[in-house]
């Protein structure tokens, strides 16, 4: 195995990211629901942190086009993952906390 400097790593990471940009991308846009789309960026952005770590580790790239569309396809089924798990709930902020107090100390001015 080759041992490569981080300069040569980072050389190589530049390559990839203006060799292949055009084809994260368009993995993304495919993969993403219609309404997570505005996702595009920073899922790639994953991706390309994604391949540096990968190349940090002493791997070597061989197929770049198929590596990155595999990365950037788990990238998305990752958040899918996490999305059927993880609701969010809203919540009024004056409900509780100190913003309560304030809401209130502000109703009973109101009401007097």
């Not at 203006?18 to 505005?38: G, I, K």
């Not at 899922?43 to 942190?49: P, T």
């Not at 070597?60 to 899918?80: Q, S």
């Amino acid at each position: 195995m080759e041992h490569r400097t981080d300069q040569e790593r980072s050389d190589q990471l530049a390559a990839l990211v203006v060799s292949h940009t055009r084809t994260v991308q368009a993995v993304l846009v495919r993969a993403l629901r219609l309404e997570d789309r505005h996702l595009v960026d920073d899922f790639a952005q994953d991706v390309w942190l994604t391949a540096w770590q990968y190349l940090l580790r002493g791997n070597e790239i061989t197929r770049p086009a198929g590596l990155l569309a595999t990365m950037a396809r788990h990238r998305v089924t990752d958040h899918y993952r996490l999305a059927r798990v993880r609701r969010e709930v809203a919540t009024d902020p004056t409900a509780y906390g100190p913003l309560a107090n304030a809401a209130a100390g502000a109703r009973e001015l109101v009401s007097a």
